[in-house]
């Protein structure tokens, strides 16, 4: 079974008129929110083989703050078009993965992934209506076996995790 996993940076320094938003990194808070996210679910980021990172400073920095938990043979793409994306270009992307790959995880923003993840919901009949916090993950199973012309009825949400779950 393939397993979609996104994860929302950590909480990042507030923005402002001197600040060019894709260069905003982490905040101590985030850092430890990440940490702390990281210890509760080990075995979740020890199944991780491939990470498609939006290309900022803070989503880096969150990869940064979980590769202790990463298995060693992991795989990293940084991808541009995963800041300020849609829904549908971390669908593509996704799509675009080799099947080799069993589980993936999507280092992103909002309110592209609360978007994804209330979008599979509804789809299911869930009435989930939650935001993704910062430094939070969304985890899908996907229906079939190949990422492949993946679309957001693929995949079915089985929990969202947060630091302070």
């Known amino acids: 079974m393939k397993i979609l996993l996104t994860l929302r940076h950590g909480d990042a320094i507030p923005g402002d008129a001197n600040n060019i938003d894709k260069q905003r990194p982490l905040s101590e808070k985030g850092k430890k929110e990440l940490k702390r996210l990281r210890k509760q679910e080990p075995d979740l980021f020890q199944s991780i083989d491939l990470i498609l990172c939006s290309s900022s400073i803070r989503t880096r920095q969150t990869l940064d703050?979980?590769?202790?938990?990463?298995?060693?043979?992991?795989?990293?793409?940084?991808?541009?078009?995963?800041?300020?994306?849609?829904?549908?270009?971390?669908?593509?992307?996704?799509?675009?993965?080799?099947?080799?790959?069993?589980?993936?995880?999507?280092?992103?923003?909002?309110?592209?992934?609360?978007?994804?993840?209330?979008?599979?919901?509804?789809?299911?009949?869930?009435?989930?209506?939650?935001?993704?916090?910062?430094?939070?993950?969304?985890?899908?199973?996907?229906?079939?076996?190949s990422w492949e012309k993946l679309i957001v009825q693929d995949l079915k949400f089985m929990r969202l995790l947060t630091s302070k779950n």
């Open 65 to 145: 703050c979980i590769m202790k938990g990463l298995p060693d043979r992991i795989m990293i793409c940084y991808l541009d078009n995963l800041y300020d994306s849609s829904v549908d270009t971390i669908i593509q992307e996704v799509s675009l993965v080799d099947n080799k790959f069993k589980s993936i995880m999507v280092i992103g923003h909002n309110p592209e992934l609360t978007t994804l993840m209330n979008r599979v919901c509804e789809y299911q009949g869930l009435p989930l209506d939650k935001s993704m916090t910062t430094g939070s993950i969304s985890e899908f199973t996907v229906k079939n076996e």
